[in-house]
């Protein structure tokens, strides 16, 4: 698993990768319900959800953009993790 440092914290580089794709290049730049589901698609990919994709899922939540559905899916799966 790799890992991305940002301001001195660790993150899942691939969950950063995934939102990056998802909101560059032909879209409108928002994450949408589909890419929402990816995103905890690849979470939940081991044993469970570890601390670091979570603090990572934060992550994105603060720092992309995201189509209205798409962020009451993110909140509504975050709550359950």
Do not use: C, P, W
């Not at 979470?43 to 009451?72: C, H, M, P, W």
């Amino acid at each position: 698993m790799a890992y991305q440092t940002i301001d001195g914290v660790k993150y899942e580089k691939e969950l950063l990768d995934l939102a990056k794709e998802h909101t560059t290049g032909r879209g409108e730049g928002k994450l949408s319900k589909d890419e929402v589901a990816d995103l905890f698609k690849s979470a939940s990919d081991g044993q469970g959800v570890t601390d670091i994709e979570k603090q990572t899922l934060s992550y994105i939540r603060e720092n992309f953009v995201f189509t209205d559905a798409a962020a009451k899916d993110f909140d509504e799966a975050f709550a359950r993790l």
